[in-house]
């Protein structure tokens, strides 16, 4: 759901560690102009409220809300606002060897950086999947290895969509690196390894590794250690274990964060799963 307007220009600047410092911008201008500059990093832009008119490649480009712009590093553009209450957005700033380490993970040729083609497009589930995402990378609870593979997914959709690279081949079964992923997993579900971890654990490369997992479960690797985690949940509350108690054992963030969960799960908060179950 779209955040409510701001009267007021602000900005808000992060990086995710665990994506290799990928670079993140949340804004709202109004009247800021941009000069002609470069970045050494692509810029994927999302629009949500408002539009940016910009000067890239020698053209004049207009992104309006519901659409996304893509730059290509080292191109000069500009940046102004195409409406008179400016524009809101969200930016991502992956330089290109991120994004050539993600073909290399699906063992695609690289031998250069991919370029993106065109500048602005209207794909209405891409704009909901990229705002999604970066909404996800800049909350601080979100667990690494959710972040590390919801990225990997939506950067292969938007290179596969709007970029020129070989097609990608069908994942494997893999029975005997899913397997193991589960045991691991299973083992560390206070602390769970990060998704490089896992795929090195098992002799497969990350993506490879992610896309292996979720045809053989159905589930993204952080996604199926929720469940495992939920399962264990429920059996310390029938044991008589209070939710907090619960949430600290298996690295919930915190007691809202697994009553939520549990909840979304279940239909019940764990509070009174526990007294219906002890008595």
């Excluded at 560690?17 to 990093?41: K, T, Y």
């Excluded at 972040?147 to 079964?173: D, F, I, Y």
């Excluded at 915190?254 to 909840?263: A, N, P, V």
């Amino acid at each position: 759901m779209p955040e409510p307007a701001s009267a007021e220009e602000q900005s808000r600047f992060s990086a995710v560690a665990e994506l290799d410092g990928l670079e993140l911008l949340s804004a709202r201008f109004i009247d800021h102009s941009f000069a002609p500059h470069v970045h050494d990093s692509y810029a994927i832009a999302v629009l949500e409220e408002g539009a940016e008119r910009y000067r890239y490649r020698g053209a004049e480009h207009l992104a309006a809300a519901g659409s996304f712009a893509l730059l290509n590093p080292d191109e000069v553009h500009t940046g102004s606002k195409a409406s008179e209450q400016g524009w809101r957005y969200r930016v991502f700033y992956p330089h290109p060897g991120q994004l050539q380490g993600l073909l290399a993970e699906l063992e695609l040729p690289h031998g250069s950086a991919p370029m993106f083609h065109g500048s602005v497009h209207r794909d209405a589930d891409l704009v909901g999947a990229l705002l999604r995402l970066h909404r996800l990378l800049e909350h601080p609870d979100t667990p690494a290895l959710q972040r590390q593979t919801r990225w990997r997914e939506v950067m292969l959709q938007l290179l596969q969509r709007h970029a020129r690279v070989p097609a990608v081949r069908a994942p494997g079964q893999e029975p005997q690196a899913v397997a193991r992923a589960k045991e691991l997993l299973a083992a560390s579900l206070s602390e769970p390894p990060a998704l490089e971890q896992l795929a090195q654990a098992v002799n497969l490369s990350p993506f490879h590794f992610a896309r292996v997992f979720r045809r053989a479960t159905g589930l993204p690797p952080h996604a199926w250690l929720r469940q495992r985690r939920l399962e264990q949940a429920r059996a310390l509350l029938r044991g008589g274990c209070a939710p907090l108690e619960v949430a600290l054992r298996l690295g919930f963030a915190d007691q809202s964060h697994l009553s939520r969960q549990f909840k979304q799960a279940y239909g019940i908060a764990p509070g009174a799963y526990r007294s219906a179950c002890v008595g």
